[in-house]
């Protein structure tokens, strides 16, 4: 065979091996970021439900009590399969039992709702490199600031007085949410608690009257964040 055709040859593989990798890396990428967006819509389904599942937690009611069990089915199915170490994130979902287990326990579901806060903003600087602090990430956390507050009054309803501890996180929540949600009604929804509860010398609020007061604004905010694609559900 002429040298000039062996030679050929060898650069037209070489060029076939060449587009046939690059072709492979634009698939595994392609594959990569739609798990990485999946993961994302989930991560958005668990925080929202993990806030209600908290917000319940200090419930005792039936109908809350049934609303719970609903969420915890729910989120049993969320947890399931938690893509965590393919995608170079955190076992989360090792900590869903012991919520499962204690509702109440307010501290532990604000630990796993931080953790998964920043796994939000860890995907959204994957796919959208740039725009930490400015995006969805962060309308989370400042949603989960008035999710926040919505768990702390449930709680705080169930005292005869709102103990000093949960007076001060709920002041200092208050604080931050009338600096920067000035539009209704979130204005009226902080008068109310703060005579209502926070410094009434006895609660004119149930945890009952405490969730309903917030969620459906929270829903509100829900269904407003900048989120590509679909939104989480209610």
């Known amino acids: 065979m002429e040298p000039q055709i062996i030679l050929a040859l060898a650069l037209a593989l070489t060029f076939l091996g060449q587009w046939l990798t690059g072709r492979a890396s634009r698939r ?10 999946a993961t994302l819509q ?21 109908a809350s009590s049934c609303q719970r069990r609903a969420l915890a089915r729910q989120l049993d199915q969320l947890w399931l399969n938690w893509p965590g170490p393919s995608l170079r994130l955190p076992a989360l979902q090792q900590q869903w039992p012991h919520l499962r287990r204690k509702p109440a326990d307010f501290a532990a579901h ?22 930490q602090g400015q995006g969805l990430g962060q309308a989370c956390r400042t949603l989960e ?59 004119r609020l149930t945890p009952l009257d405490c969730f309903a007061l917030f969620t459906p604004l929270i829903e509100q905010r829900w269904q407003g964040l ?6 989480a559900t209610t």
């Open 226 to 231: 900048p989120v590509p694609g679909s939104t």
């Open 42 to 62: 989930r991560c958005l389904a668990l925080l929202q439900a993990l806030q209600k599942h908290r917000g319940l937690g200090a419930q005792q009611d039936l």
């Open 145 to 203: 600031d008035l999710a926040r507050l919505r768990g702390l009054a449930v709680r705080a309803a169930n005292y005869q007085r709102c103990p000093a501890p949960l007076q001060a996180q709920l002041r200092e929540l208050c604080q931050q949410l009338a600096a920067t949600h000035r539009d209704e009604p979130m204005p009226g929804l902080l008068r109310r608690l703060q005579q209502d509860l926070i410094e009434a010398a006895q609660p």
């Open 28 to 37: 595994h990428r392609h594959t990569l970021a739609e798990l990485e967006r």
């Open 110 to 131: 604000c630990q796993v709702i931080e953790a998964l806060l920043t796994v939000i903003e860890q995907l959204e600087a994957r796919l959208h490199p740039g725009q």
